[in-house]
Structure formats: C-alpha cells, structure tokens
Antibody, heavy 119, light 108 residues
Framework: QLQLQESGPGLVKPSETLSLTCTVSGGSISSGTYYWGWIRQPPGKGLEWIGSIYYSGSTYYNPSLKSRVTISVDTSKNQFSLRLSSVTAADTAFFYC???????????WGKGTTVTVSS | DIQMTQSPSTLSASVGDRVTITCRASQSISRWLAWYQQKPGKAPKLLIFKASSLESGVPSRFSGSGSGTEFTLTISSLQPDDFATYYCQQYNSYSPLTFGGGTKVEIK
C-alpha cells in the first residue's frame, strides 16, 4: 500500500527557507501516471496547492508562489522535496505531500506536517 | 486562475439526512472536478473525481454531479462518520489547481 511521509523542521525563522521532504514507500515515484505534489493549509483555513513534479523533473507551480518555490525529485531515494524561500508568518501552515493522478487530483496523501514561521 | 466557490460554508444536519453541497467554478471546467473529505487533524481523503466517479472504497451514499460551472456533492443518508469538512477542487488543463473554501458538515 502506497504511503507518503513528510519530514522537515517544524520551526523556521522569518526570511529563511522552509525545506520539507516527502518519502514515498510501497510504490515507485517513477510510476508514469502520477505527479507528486505539495499542498498547504494555514491553521483553520482551506487548502492551497503549492506545486507538482513528475519523476522526470518536470514541474509546475502555483503562480502565486512560483517566485519562492522549488520542488525537486530524487528517484534513487523515492523522495521529492519542497523549498519555500523568504518565508513570513503568513507561510505558517500544515503541509501535505500527495500523489497526483495525471497532474489532476490528489488520490493519496501524507499525514502532513506543521511548519511554524517565527523568530 | 479559476475560482471555486462552495456553499454553504457550514451545514447543520442530522444522521439520516440527505445533504447537498454546491461548488461553482468561475469559468467552465467541463467535468474536471474532485471532492475531498477532511476530518480534524487529518489529511483530506479523495471521494470523487471527474465530477461523478466514485473513488475505490468510498461508500455509495456519496455521489457527485454537474458539469461546466456548477457541481454538487450529495450524501444520500448522513452517517456519524460523515461529519467533516468537504472541499471541491478543479483541475482544468493549463490552469493552476484550485480548491473551494470548504463546507463544514456539523451535527444538528
């Protein structure tokens, strides 16, 4: 059964870079049908798609975050990662990684990890 | 970007009730719509894709309909496990993926 697990620091200082990794188990990140992505949810608010990546490295990002986001993939480790630069308190959120069917909808989610931006 | 608007934002209902949630897109998205259920402290769970296709393992009391700009999620007979927040999400080609604001289904 496919599982995704987010990992990374739970606390990041303002203006620094948030870095998270998603480890995929029970299946290959190189499956052709799927993209892999990041979604965030500020406390008490709704969901926001951050961006997605294909195992080949092809990416696409939410235009509202594009200038600050980098998503990368490491097929040898079955992992993909998120970097969000120049963070502010507004970036405090629960971050989820997910498998995205054909770049369309999220059919498998990680449990999520909370990231707080504070000095 | 395509904006997704859900209504109502909160819905109070009783076990056994038929519940309908609406999602409207700011432009036509054909049938490129998914629905998710999220419980407090948990990740969202995919319920429906392509407007009306039920994800494997999802109870048949959940159904989706619509096309173009207006979509509905219906729970035919609300069960205790269904009290949660529901989100729609569009995936129209060449547009960023966007979610609706959510509908919280509460116990009446």
């Amino acid at each position: 059964q496919l599982q995704l697990q987010e990992s990374g620091p739970g606390l990041v200082k303002p203006s620094e870079t948030l870095s998270l990794t998603c480890t995929v188990s029970g299946g290959s990140i190189s499956s052709g049908t799927y993209y892999w992505g990041w979604i965030r949810q500020p406390p008490g608010k709704g969901l926001e798609w951050i961006g997605s990546i294909y195992y080949s490295g092809s990416t696409y990002y939410n235009p509202s975050l594009k200038s600050r986001v980098t998503i990368s993939v490491d097929t040898s480790k079955n992992q993909f990662s998120l970097r969000l630069s120049s963070v502010t308190a507004a970036d405090t959120a629960f971050f989820y990684c997910a498998r995205i069917y054909d770049a369309y909808y999220m059919d498998v989610w990680g449990k999520g990890t909370t990231v707080t931006v504070s000095s | 970007d395509i904006q997704m608007t859900q209504s109502p934002s909160t819905l109070s209902a009783s076990v056994g009730d038929r519940v309908t949630i609406t999602c409207r897109a700011s432009q036509s998205i054909s049938r490129w719509l998914a629905w998710y259920q999220q419980k407090p402290g948990k990740a969202p769970k995919l319920l429906i894709f392509k407007a009306s296709s039920l994800e494997s393992g999802v109870p048949s009391r959940f159904s989706g309909s619509g096309s173009g700009t207006e979509f509905t999620l219906t729970i035919s007979s609300l069960q205790p496990d269904d009290f949660a927040t529901y989100y729609c999400q569009q995936y129209n080609s060449y547009s960023p993926l966007t979610f609706g604001g959510g509908t919280k289904v509460e116990i009446k």
